[in-house]
């Protein structure tokens, strides 16, 4: 087991829009031990509402019994600057006010969290990276990070993501956003709850780019035609909603939404192309064929675009949510890949097993 640590930069932590934060704090998980040779990392990028206990999170390919376990690697997981998880956030307090920040909290995006990581890993003396890993928010960050340092990088592996966020995917986190700001107590800033409402509302809204319409068709159909109200998909909606507002909070979502929304590899590089590029790393992209936030073309954008890039695509009942679910086959070709060098350009197509 693996309790949360704690890193403080004690110079000033400046964002990639020129502002910054002072006494930046991160919190993070590490399993295992560094090998003598310091080549057995693995790194792990979560993804949006997640934290950086991955053996909790990711079960099934990471675990004792799993892939990546802690008797072979040396697992590091930290919380993105503005989780609520233990890193410096929108209720941390303002060193300079005395007060949480709120939505006097700057704006961050996916390069800050990069640049985070780089700081933890000197702190931790982790040279080289074996494996840097990461789904939906997190794969951007991964590839954000091996796009910027690409020596650190041996192999990257990305699932369900994409080199800069689409209109859609940018439309989905506004909608989510109206609707937290819609909520009368997250504009008064006088509670860590403010906006609750609202983000039960966002998450509901989220839900529904993470899953499909068979996925709902089969977990929530009705099993008689009797009923005018109380469906099951409208409890569902309600539960998911009220679990998210339990263990987050409104203000760390618009922050980390808009993140997600600032990632483009391109921005102030010669193009998308590339900075894709310049990444070293042999990669894997893996693709989900029903992913409605994140549909495949733009994982086979990538892998197209790497120098080493192999793209192996899994058809899921979850959706885009299936790269945290397809556990059993994710252990098996993200095994392959790790035993053996991936053929440029090669793309694959892969069911589910049962």
Not at 190 to 206: F, H, T, V
Not at 210 to 231: F, H, L, M, P, W
Not at 288 to 314: C, S
Request: a neutral charge; proline letters at 4%.
């Amino acid at each position: 087991m693996s309790t949360l640590q704690s890193y403080t930069c004690k110079k000033r932590f400046k964002l990639e829009n020129g502002k910054s934060i002072s006494n930046l704090e991160i919190g993070y998980h590490t399993y295992g031990k560094l090998n003598s040779k310091k080549d057995n990392v693995i790194w792990v990028c979560h993804a949006l509402t997640a934290n950086s206990d991955v053996l909790d999170w990711w079960k099934g390919l990471f675990g004792s019994n799993d892939l990546f376990n802690p008797q072979d690697y040396y697992i590091v997981c930290a919380n993105v600057l503005g989780s609520p998880y233990g890193t410096t956030n929108p209720l941390s307090v303002n060193p300079e006010t005395g007060q949480p920040y709120y939505l006097s909290f700057p704006q961050i995006s996916v390069r800050d969290m990069v640049a985070a990581h780089e700081l933890l890993a000197e702190h931790l003396g982790i040279s080289k990276i074996s494996v840097l890993i990461g789904g939906s928010l997190g794969g951007q960050q991964a590839l954000e990070w091996a796009i910027k340092q690409p020596e650190k990088i041996d192999r990257l592996i990305v699932l369900a993501t994409n080199a800069y966020h689409s209109p859609w995917g940018i439309a989905f986190n506004e909608s989510q956003r109206l609707a937290i700001s819609a909520d009368p107590t997250f504009d008064s800033q006088q509670s860590p709850d403010g906006g609750a409402k609202g983000l039960k509302a966002a998450r509901s809204i989220a839900l529904l780019s993470y899953r499909t319409y068979e996925t709902y068709g089969i977990s929530q159909q009705e099993v008689t035609a009797d009923k005018t109200d109380n469906y099951k998909a409208s409890s569902y909606q309600n539960y998911q909603g009220d679990k998210l507002v339990n263990r987050f909070n409104a203000y760390s979502y618009w922050y980390l939404s808009k993140a997600m929304d600032s990632h483009h590899v391109g921005r102030n590089r010669k193009s998308v192309e590339d900075a894709l590029k310049q990444i070293q790393a042999q990669t894997l992209v893996i693709g989900i064929k029903t992913d409605l936030l994140f549909p495949p073309d733009e994982q086979k954008f990538i892998a197209n675009h790497v120098r080493n890039g192999r793209y192996i695509e899994i058809d899921s009942l979850y959706g885009h949510d299936g790269f945290l679910v397809e556990t059993k086959l994710l252990s098996k070709e993200i095994g392959n890949f790790l035993k053996t060098a991936p053929n440029n350009k090669d793309i694959v197509h892969l069911h589910k097993i049962a």
